[in-house]
């Protein structure tokens, strides 16, 4: 696994934090390269907790639970590079648009964040520079390293969003590129015929709400698709590995069949 090196002087990040992204198999050249945007629950150290109370960053307002988890296995069992993000969505998403209100929530459903209130545009912009911007700087050059087939993001989402019942099991997100959701929806659903799919559930992409699809997807015109599991499948040792070996059979499928 390799990580960013800091240069610290004036920044946000100090040298006792975890550097802005991780990479597992960065090397390979495989033709699948996953991203996973949400992995992490860190704060830099200068942010303090963001005011929250104990057991908050727990919760799925922090981080896509299991999502990290289970693209390690998915990564590890197919030898595929791996990006993951190792800061808690709530300090800056890194599926978001820097424009994008949603980018730096002071809400997110329901909780309060008090870090993220009243910040100066120099305090955003600089999680955007020392976070969102290496972060996706190093999954360019993964992709662009090897000639790529595929590119997927794993998610996680909650059953439950503001009251909004979410019953479905796993959900393909895309735009442009409707193919290869469409062939990896078919390809689990043969393998586990009881699953509830849903296609651009539990949310649809637009360009402030999502930066995988349009900007590592749609600019390469590279087959890519962004995975949403539900995080009660992702909650004990189990089920990660059970839903890993769904999804890299899954992958296997397609992958012969992109052109």
Known sequence: MQSAVLDTAGSLLGVADPAPFEVVNGESAEELVLVCEHAGQEIPAALGDLGLAPGKMDLHIAYDIGAGAV?????????????LQPYSRLVVDCNRPVRSHEAILEVSDGVEIPGNMDLTS???QQRFDEIFEPFHEAVTNVIDRHPRRLVIAVHSFTPELAGDKRPWDIGFVFRKDTMTSQKLAASIGELEPGLMIGMNEPYTVGELTDWFVPHHGERRAIAHSLIEIRNDHLDTDKKLDRWADLLCRTIENVLGDIG
């Open 122 to 124: 120099t305090e955003r």
């Open 71 to 83: 693209s390690l296995r998915i990564a590890e069992r197919l030898g595929v590079p791996l990006l």
